[in-house]
């Protein structure tokens, strides 16, 4: 191996310098260190060791994540360790092992410092701080194994499983309220893998997690919702965030709580606003062909919804009011699928996605019984405020297009409603720590979002106020959508 040269030495001394098993040793160890290492910067899907290889070099992950894993008969592996954060890798076969008796792989582009291992043991017989902190990793690691061997997962779910994953990845601890972002670094079979289930199971728990509010899934992306993972209830019988052990599917209805009928009701109004902004993002040049993709998957999502409430035993007052908004629909799907495309239409397409919130509000009513306070009036304010979201979002979009009125009186008093809204919430919270946080949370991400409207703001095109609304609305939606379901979880 060729020698670092001065300056690769300081970049290595640096980077080891930033793994918390060597932060903070004397610059003398360090710099012993980095003269026998070298660096490896490696895309995804590159192997860094194989099984049974010497132990001549241990690996240091500096940044990106690993698989490492067992060959077994044929071609098959078994995952044995996921590894996202910097780290020595198989601390264990370092000091037990000669040769490698796991292999290694990247799951994307990654970082790794390759030390000597002679050197390595070396300098760790000298440092007692380095010492202590590998034992440590070893016995972290045994704790987790004994875990997994006691048969920790035995009493969990699939959906359990993956979300204890998903909070190990965001660190092992969340906020109250707000949200956590992860990105999955590794396939769906890798980390179903990892995990001890099928690649089926983990996409049908996946499921599950977003349908209970727990997580919103953005591609890679994984937002979890804070306060939607706690046990959300007043006084002696708390509700329990639990999973279901087989895929309920069809059944639904047999099962809808009143509070789940609301927020079902109130979710038509909302992915009527969000297949308008679909539409009209067309017409804004926005990734034309991923919003053409999302209006017709959207499309497909809300008959879903529609096809869940018709299914159901509902009474015959509320069939009536479904009916209106399956007539509304039927125009208003109509007009998104017409010839003429956006901007041409904006006009007709902006006043159907009203009509059709009048419909659903009805429709609201009656679910709630036409209920004016209480927890299950509650479910319905807060599901209008994540409908509003949208409106206003909406109407700055459809800002300027031919025939569609000045938005900026439907803005201000949709503005209006949300913040009252917002208040009654606040008002209805009691004392629910994670409740009362995750309504400030929305506040604040409130106040962003009208700022973001502001037209006083600066920007080179057009575009980039879009763009700069569209993000700071996906956010809101996420955090007003776990106000519903937490209201929800208190309505049972």
Not at 386 to 396: G, I, N, P
Request: charged share 25%.
């Amino acid at each position: 191996m060729t020698p670092p040269t001065a300056a690769e030495r300081r970049a290595l001394r640096d980077r080891l310098t930033a793994v918390p098993l060597f932060a903070g040793l004397p610059a003398v160890q360090l710099a012993e260190l980095a003269a026998a290492a070298r660096l490896l910067e490696l895309p995804a899907r590159t192997l860094v060791h194989g099984c049974g290889e010497p132990f001549d070099e241990a690996y240091v992950l500096c940044s990106g994540t690993v698989v490492r894993f067992r060959e077994l008969d044929g071609d098959a592996r078994k995952v044995v360790e996921l590894v996202h954060t910097p780290q020595m890798l198989g601390c264990g076969e370092f000091f037990g092992a000669s040769r490698h008796e796991s292999g290694c792989e990247t799951a994307n582009a990654c970082a790794l410092i390759a030390l000597d291992a002679g050197v390595l043991r070396a300098v760790a017989e000298r440092s007692l701080v380095l010492t202590r902190r590998m034992l440590q990793a070893v016995a972290a690691r045994l704790c987790e194994v004994e875990f997994d061997v006691a048969g920790r997962h035995a009493s969990r779910t699939s959906a359990q499983r993956i979300l204890d994953y998903l909070v190990e990845l965001a660190g092992g601890s969340l906020a109250l309220a707000g949200e956590t972002t992860v990105e999955l670094a590794s396939t769906k079979k890798v980390l179903a893998a990892r995990i001890g289930i099928t690649p089926e199971a983990f996409s049908r728990s996946l499921r599950e997690l977003a349908d209970k509010g727990v997580i919103v899934v953005d591609k890679r992306l994984i937002h979890i919702q804070n306060a939607a993972t706690l046990d959300t209830g007043a006084g002696e019988q708390p509700q329990r965030l639990s999973f279901s052990r087989r895929n309920k599917g069809a059944r639904r209805d047999e099962t809808m709580s009143v509070g789940e009928l609301i927020n079902l009701c109130g979710r038509l109004r909302l992915q009527v606003q969000r297949l308008a902004i679909d539409w009209v993002l067309i017409g804004h040049g926005v990734a034309p062909v991923e919003m053409q993709l999302r209006l017709r998957q959207d499309i497909a999502e809300f008959e879903r919804s529609l096809a869940v409430l018709q299914a159901a035993s509902l009474a015959p007052e509320l069939g009536e009011a479904l009916e209106d908004v399956g007539r509304v629909w039927a125009d208003f799907r109509d007009a998104l699928g017409a010839a003429e495309r956006p901007p041409a239409g904006a006009a007709r397409v902006l006043q159907l996605s009203e009509d059709f919130i009048t419909a659903a509000d009805f429709l609201n009513a009656v679910a709630g019984g036409f209920a004016a306070s209480g927890s299950l009036y509650m479910v319905n304010v807060a599901g209008r405020n994540r409908m509003l979201s949208q409106r206003v979002a909406k109407f700055f979009l459809f800002e300027g297009f031919e025939g569609c009125p000045d938005p900026q009186a439907q803005i201000a008093a949709s503005c209006r409603a949300f913040e009252h809204n917002l208040q009654r919430l606040r008002e209805n919270a009691g004392e629910l720590p994670e409740l009362v946080a995750q309504i400030d949370a929305t506040a604040a991400l409130w106040a962003r979002f009208i700022a973001a409207l502001d037209p006083a703001i600066r920007q080179p095109h057009r575009i980039g106020r879009v763009r700069a609304v569209l993000d700071e609305g996906e956010r809101l939606l996420r955090y007003t959508n776990t106000l519903v379901k937490l209201f929800e979880r208190l309505a049972h």
